[in-house]
């Protein structure tokens, strides 16, 4: 859907991403956009496990006590030891990342090593979307890499269509949903190839699943779900998401490209135009 000539547009690539904030309100004062692109260079230069200067990776290092950290790092860190025990370890940020021939990524530390990136992408965008509600905004879209906050609509219809891609066909969609103060993150290999580990049985191959897609009011739960059923597998994961509360919904799109969904899901299936 093209964006009104009202709205407002930035694309910069930060965190190793494209993020994307459209603002779709007259009269906005697009200069908070400044601070709302700092705020995703400071937290790239915070918790990057790719930089070796970042506050993550001094800590896997030990030369940054826990308690001399930043307070946003303790609470962040605070939050996904919560999404740990409530997904059953599945989202764990000890668990090792996984390259195609099963050794740790560049930049990873030892066996010892935290990576919130899971949850860190999710919260830095939820952020940045209070931000720029905070600045007047009602009717907006942030989105790093795939994984959106929105609020309101772009065009008076009451809701955004957002795709979810087609795991299997680069340029297909799967599924249509329309979407208002929501949240939408999907795990996949399609985009980084087999990356995601079960902390229990470090296996790397999603244990049939092709994608999940979890939709709900906050992205950093909702990234952090979406990698955890990932990391389950296809029974384990459907059976987790059959018990979502708060608001949260999921798809799940299988190995023999059969699609489950959760029932609010039915609810958010965008109608055909027309």
């Not at 309100?25 to 496990?49: C, G, I, K, N, Q």
């Not at 066996?111 to 007047?136: L, Q």
């Not at 999907?186 to 079960?198: K, M, P, Q």
């Not at 509360?245 to 699609?259: N, Q, S």
């Amino acid at each position: 859907m093209a964006l009104p000539e009202r709205s407002t547009h930035r694309l910069e690539f930060v965190m190793g991403m494209p993020i994307i904030v459209d603002i779709c309100d007259a009269a906005f004062d697009d200069s908070v956009l400044d601070d709302v692109f700092e705020w995703f260079r400071w937290v790239d230069s915070t918790f990057s496990t790719y930089r070796s200067d970042s506050a993550i990776s001094r800590l896997n290092r030990g030369e940054l006590p826990l308690e001399a950290a930043h307070p946003w790092i303790r609470r962040v860190l605070g939050r996904c030891e919560e999404l740990r025990r409530e997904t059953d370890g599945y989202f764990d940020i000890r668990a090792p990342y996984a390259t195609p021939g099963g050794a740790p990524e560049a930049g990873r530390g030892g066996p010892d090593s935290i990576d919130p990136s899971g949850y860190v992408k999710g919260w830095a965008v939820a952020e940045a979307a209070r931000m720029v509600r905070r600045a007047g905004a009602r009717n907006y879209a942030v989105n790093a890499g795939g994984d959106i906050q929105l609020a309101g609509d772009p065009d008076g219809s009451g809701r955004w269509r957002v795709g979810i891609q087609n795991p299997l066909e680069p340029d297909g969609v799967a599924m249509t949903l329309a979407l208002t103060d929501q949240a939408i993150a999907t795990s996949a290999a399609y985009a980084r190839g087999r990356h995601i580990v079960d902390p229990h049985g470090a296996r790397t191959d999603g244990a049939g699943l092709l994608s999940v897609t979890i939709v709900g009011p906050g992205l950093a739960s909702a990234d952090a779900y979406a990698t955890a059923v990932f990391a389950m597998g296809a029974q384990r994961g459907a059976e987790w998401c059959a018990q979502l509360a708060g608001g949260y919904d999921a798809v799940l799109i299988r190995e023999d490209e059969t699609v489950l969904s959760t029932p609010g899901i039915d609810a958010l299936i965008a109608q055909p135009y027309g």
